[in-house]
Every structure is written in C-alpha cells, then in structure tokens.
C-alpha cells in the first residue's frame, strides 16, 4: 500500500523531493502532536477503530472508487520520488489496473500495482486491494508484496489478505472528511495496525513537481508498532497523494513527480 502509506511493512515511512514549498496555513509537527480528543462520530460513521472486527457486506463494496480525495480509476498513474537522510532515492510508479480479485471476506477489490525501483534496480513490488463503499469510503483489504535485494527477490514480509488469519480490512479515506475524525487503515496484529486523523481540509497549499495544490486534506497518520512514527499526507482533491512527510525525519518525504489521468 505505497501509495497509500503502508511504513510498517518496509521501513519507518520516508516520502520525500527536492523543490518543496509551503503555503498558507500549513501545520507543524508540534502542532500535529498536540492534536487529539478523537471525534464520537467516527464510530457512528461506521469508520473501523482499533483492533475491532470491521462488519461488511460484500452487497455494500464496488471497484469503481471516485471518492474527491483517493480517486483511482483503471489506468491513472502515479509517479514518486522517495528520499531521506540516509540516502535512499527511490521511484514509485503506482498503476491502477484493470483487473479485480475476489477476496476471502466476500469483498471484490480493484487491483492497484506499486513499483518501488532505486538505480534502475527493483527494491518493491505490491499489488494491493482497494474498494469503496456505499458511502463513498475508500477502503484497504491488504496485498500482495514482493521485496528485492541486489535485484534479487528476498521475502513477501508485509503481505496479507483481510478476511485471512486475524487480519482485517481498514478505511484510507472517508467519504466525508472532516477534522477530528479517526479511522483504522488496516489491521493485522503486530504488523500492520496503521490509524489516520482528518487534521485539516482546504487551509493547507503545497507545490510540488507535479503542479500547485491548493483544496488539501490533511491527515496524520500512526503506526502503534513503530511510536515514533508519524506521517503528514496531503492529499489533492481529483489527484489524490501529493506529498508525506515524516515528522521524526525531517528529510523524510514523498512528493509527487507525475499524475497521469485515465484518458
């Protein structure tokens, strides 16, 4: 789930550029950590919490996802530059493809393909499962990931299937965003057990090489596994993730290079 931030699996999350500008009301890393309180009505909105059983009916779930925030119809690409203070540089081509895959839960789920290169030489390649519901939510239910060394395959660490030995299904965006609001990502114990906060909507603006964005959705993302690790995703309306930033890193980022709409 690269391009929908899925750290635990591979390392703490770095998604990062170069030529960077903030504008307008953009947030700090103190003043992410400050916020809290959660909001009641994430449980009434049906959004998962925690390590709670997510209810679904496979009735209530299309691959046909054009949730504002997290768009991803066949064919629309995403292309990232991944850096940190360690010296990773690494390419993220994301695909939506065409095909669908029934999952064990019942769920059928659009098939979105990330490939994760650094000199040319292959480091990650993850076909992950996506669906929204009938309210517009967009949902994770897992993926299939290979890794690479040298070039050379090295483990599927960080693959799994909601539905299947304990894991389970999360939200990575709502249908209707709005500060305060808390959701699980995905859940598998010990492993991958991100959450997510709505922090802001429409105060933050972000230039990036892919263009100017300037109708954000702010979120905050946690990883309990991993507590020092927490993520700043901005997300464009139409587009989808246009940046991340690691706040316990400060050379940690993603940026977008490329969005190429289906034609």
């Known amino acids: 789930m690269h391009l929908m931030d899925r750290t635990q699996t591979r390392r703490p999350m770095s998604k990062r550029t170069a030529a960077i500008a903030f504008f307008g009301s953009t947030v700090s890393a103190a003043a992410l950590l400050a916020c809290g309180g959660g909001d009641e009505s994430s449980a009434d909105r049906g959004l ?43 390419k993220v081509v994301t695909t939506v493809t065409d095909k669908t895959k029934k999952l064990a839960n019942g769920v059928t789920v659009r098939v979105v393909r990330d490939a994760v290169s650094e000199g040319g030489k292959p480091v990650e390649v993850e076909h992950d499962w996506f669906a929204q519901d009938t309210k517009g939510n967009v949902w994770y239910f897992g993926g299939d990931v290979r890794h690479y060394e040298n070039g050379k395959f090295a483990g599927r660490d960080g693959s799994f299937e909601a539905g299947v030995k304990g894991a389970d299904a999360g939200v990575l965006m709502p249908a209707d965003p709005e500060p305060g609001l808390r959701y699980r990502q995905e859940y598998l114990k010990g492993q991958a057990e991100d959450n997510a906060e709505i922090v802001t909507i429409g105060k933050e603006r972000v230039d990036v090489p892919a263009g100017f964005f300037d109708n954000i959705v702010l979120t905050r993302d946690l990883v309990p596994t991993e507590p020092k690790v927490q993520e700043m995703k901005f997300y464009a309306r139409g587009v989808g993730p246009v940046l991340t930033l690691n706040t316990n890193d400060p050379g940690a980022r993603v940026v977008l290079l490329k969005f190429t709409r289906r034609r």
Request: aromatic letters at 10%; zero cysteines; proline letters at 12%.
């Open 48 to 90: 998962p919490q925690g390590a709670e059983k997510a209810k679904l009916d496979p009735a209530d779930f299309t691959v046909n996802i054009d949730n504002p925030y997290l768009p991803m119809a066949p064919g629309d690409s995403w292309v990232y530059r991944e850096t940190d203070t360690e010296g990773t540089n690494e």
